[in-house]
């Protein structure tokens, strides 16, 4: 079974840093596309980032695009989220997600949190002002 454990979240204050870590077990990720999403109280899960395991193909939310970067670390089975200047509106629980690539890679198509079949508990990222 898959397994996604998030690491890293915390307190910062505005226009800190903080990088989280998706560490990523149970089966070859070769042909899987790794997503970071966050869910603030009261609102819906919105999309952050998504990177393609083989490829590193990245596409970002334009709400975090020039303040946050998406990697990972092929030998290590880790995907990471640098976030740089974060804003109190960063705050929420960040989720790691992953889904294996059917057919053709559309970056769109892993803007939507249904579009993933595998979830980690998340990590809570506080942003003080």
């Known amino acids: 079974q898959v397994q996604l454990v998030e690491s890293g979240g915390g307190l910062v204050q505005a226009g800190g840093s903080l990088r989280l870590s998706c560490a990523a077990s149970?089966?070859?990720?070769?042909?899987?596309?790794m997503g970071w999403f966050r869910q603030a109280p009261g609102k819906e899960r919105e999309f952050v980032a998504s990177i393609t395991w083989t490829g590193g193909r990245t596409n970002y939310a334009d709400s975090v695009k020039g303040r946050v970067t998406i990697s990972r670390d092929n030998a290590k089975n880790l995907v990471y989220l640098q976030m740089n200047s974060l804003e109190p509106e960063d705050t929420a629980v960040y989720y790691c997600a992953a889904d294996r690539i059917k057919g053709a890679y559309i970056s769109s198509r892993y803007g939507r949190p249904a579009s993933y079949d595998y979830w980690g508990q998340g990590t809570q990222v506080t942003v003080s002002s």
């Open positions: 149970g089966r070859t990720f070769s042909n899987y596309v």
